[in-house]
Structure formats: structure tokens, C-alpha cells
């Protein structure tokens, strides 16, 4: 296994003035643990991360196709998105689908996560719904696995609810991790989570990447929906929608709160998952950048906006740069 080192300073003045470690595991295909970075069985809750594989119940149960959803709708149902005008109208699209609307989310409201969406917001007048949340768009998808399979939607958030056993089920498929061994919290978004080693987390996205390329429908129509419609993932200027952009769809990221974030990279069947310890997340982005940089999937040439997020100024009140954050190595 190869070892990397990750770990994240932030310096000023040209000295440290803070320091991120970071742990990684890198997964091949045929399961196999190919590197890491500090602890790659270190256990944390998986948090955003586990989306791709939360909307696959409502893929495979054909719900997608009953209600004649595209690649914009399974988008946002694996997205942390930004809370733009886009993302608000697909998930209030989603929801007039199946006869429902905002107060049936379960996910509370918050300020959009993209500087555009508070801006815009802001200036039509608009207040902050469930519909601004990052998860909007997850929790729409659930509300229709449980709509197209005739269960109560009221409750879909409770870990005894048919949509959820149904989506544990499916993280325990892929990432290998029996049901009974997953540890069970509760989301930012209201709906359970699940904590597991980290090398598992980086299984599921290499067996995701790798299925996909093999042509099976259910994580290729997640992976095609993710790199068709980026935007829709994140948001604008996000880091998992430059990331899917500026590499053309090769690489799907997929940012998870706490510092954690997984990557496939489906024409080589890797995974890879990250976990900023001290849950940082201005550290996770430069990590997953350098560490696909090791992996040899971008080179030193990065775009431009892929080059800030290695190399973040750190800027004062007067837009001054005073320092940056990268990665040791």
C-alpha cells in the first residue's frame, strides 16, 4: 500500500499558524486497499457523502422512470447543493410531482450554501425555505420512493420508515459493512446516517466507478446524472461541480459535512475517501486535489479554479492576502 501524506497548514506571515491532519484511503478495483494517508480505517460518520447511494432505492425501484424524471431530478437527489434559484426549482418541481410541497420536507431551512444563492435570494426579496437546504433535493427523491412504493410519507425520516431500511440496506451492499455493524445517527437534515471506516467508504465509490463503466443501470444512471448535469451537485463555484466540470465527468466528487469527502474516478475503478480530522472543511479540498495528484489522475496543470482550491488565499477585511491554505507535500 502506498502512503501519502495530506495533512493541511494555513499559514501567514510565512509561518503555520494552523495545522488540518488528514486521513485517506484509496480503494482499486477488486476491493483491494491500494493507499492511504495517515488512519484509513479510522470510523466517522459518512454524512453527505452516502447521497449517490440513498437515491439508488428510488432507481432500482423504478420510480425515477414512473414519474418520468431525468438526470436533473437524480442530480439534485445525490446533491449538497447550493440553494440557487435552479436547485429551489427542481426540488419544488420534484415535490408538485407527487402531490406534495415544502412543509412535507423534514429537513429544516438555512441560508444557501453558494454565495449566488444568498445573493439572489436577498434581492428578490425571498426568504429562506427547506427548499434552500442542501439536502432539498435528497429528501424530495425519499418522498417519492415512498409515494411511488404507496408507504406513508409522513415519517420518511425516521430510521423505522420502509425509505430509510431501504436505503441502509443499499450502503450496507456497497460498502460491505453488515447492517448490524453501521453505526446509526442522526443527519444535519433530519434523516439517519451512518458512521463507518473510511476504506469503505473509498470500496463503495471505486465498486460505484467501476459499475458504472461496466454499464450496470442503477449507479450508471447515478454517475451519468452526476456528470451531466455538475451544477446541479453542487452549485456555482462549489468544489464538486469544478471538479466533475474542469475533468470533463472522469472525476466525481462528492463533498460530505465534517471534513469528509469521496471521489470515484469510474475509468479506473478507484475510490478514494478523505476525512479531515478536526472536520475542517477548507482542508478536504486541497487533500483530494493533492491526492489525485499522487494517484496520477491530475497532473501539476491543474485549471485554474482547481489550482485555488489547492492553494486558498487567505485574505483579511481589506481583500489583502495574508496567506494560504495547502497541503504539507
Known amino acids: 500500500m502506498d502512503t501519502y501524506h495530506l495533512d493541511v497548514v494555513v499559514t501567514r506571515g510565512g509561518a ?41 432505492p428510488l432507481v432500482a425501484a423504478g420510480a425515477i422512470d414512473d414519474l418520468a424524471w431525468g438526470d436533473d431530478e437524480l442530480a439534485l437527489a445525490c446533491a449538497s447543493h447550493g440553494g440557487e434559484p435552479e436547485h429551489v426549482a427542481i426540488a419544488a418541481s420534484m415535490l408538485r410531482d407527487i402531490g406534495l410541497e415544502e412543509g412535507d420536507l423534514a429537513c429544516g431551512a438555512h441560508e444557501p450554501l453558494s454565495p449566488r444563492g444568498v445573493r439572489m435570494a436577498r434581492e428578490a426579496g ?12 435528497k429528501h424530495a427523491a425519499m418522498l417519492a420512493r415512498a409515494h411511488n412504493a404507496g408507504w406513508a410519507t409522513a415519517g420518511y425520516e425516521q430510521a423505522s420508515h420502509l425509505v430509510q431500511q431501504s436505503a441502509t440496506a443499499t450502503v450496507a451492499h456497497w460498502t460491505a459493512v453488515p447492517e448490524g455493524a453501521l453505526i446509526v445517527g442522526v443527519d444535519g437534515c433530519g434523516v439517519p446516517v451512518v458512521a463507518l ?13 467501476a459499475a458504472a463503466a461496466r454499464g450496470e443501470e442503477v449507479a450508471g444512471r447515478v454517475v451519468h446524472a452526476m456528470t ?83 492553494h486558498k488565499s487567505v485574505r483579511n477585511t481589506r481583500n489583502e492576502v495574508v496567506g494560504e491554505i495547502h497541503t504539507v507535500s
Open 197 to 209: 471506516p473510511l476504506e469503505r467508504m473509498a470500496r463503495a465509490y471505486a465498486r460505484l466507478g
Open 126 to 137: 425571498t426568504r429562506f425555505s427547506r427548499l434552500h437546504n442542501n439536502c432539498s433535493g
Open 228 to 310: 451531466a448535469r455538475p451544477f446541479l451537485v453542487g452549485g456555482t463555484d462549489r468544489f464538486d461541480s469544478v471538479m466533475i466540470e474542469d475533468t470533463g465527468g472522469r472525476v466525481v466528487a462528492k463533498v460530505g459535512a465534517e471534513g469528509v469527502h469521496s471521489v470515484a474516478v469510474p475509468d479506473l475503478g478507484i475510490g478514494l475517501a478523505i476525512k479531515v480530522e478536526d472536520g475542517a472543511q477548507r482542508a478536504q479540498y486541497p487533500a483530494v486535489i493533492r491526492l489525485l495528484q499522487h494517484l496520477g489522475v491530475l497532473d501539476d496543470r491543474l485549471t485554474p479554479r482547481l489550482a485555488d482550491f489547492l
Open 16 to 56: 503555520v499558524e494552523s495545522r488540518h491532519r488528514v486521513h485517506a484511503a484509496v480503494v482499486g478495483p477488486g476491493d483491494a486497499l491500494i493507499g492511504g494517508a495517515g488512519d484509513p480505517h479510522v470510523v466517522s460518520f459518512w454524512r453527505s457523502g452516502s447521497k449517490p447511494f440513498l437515491a439508488m
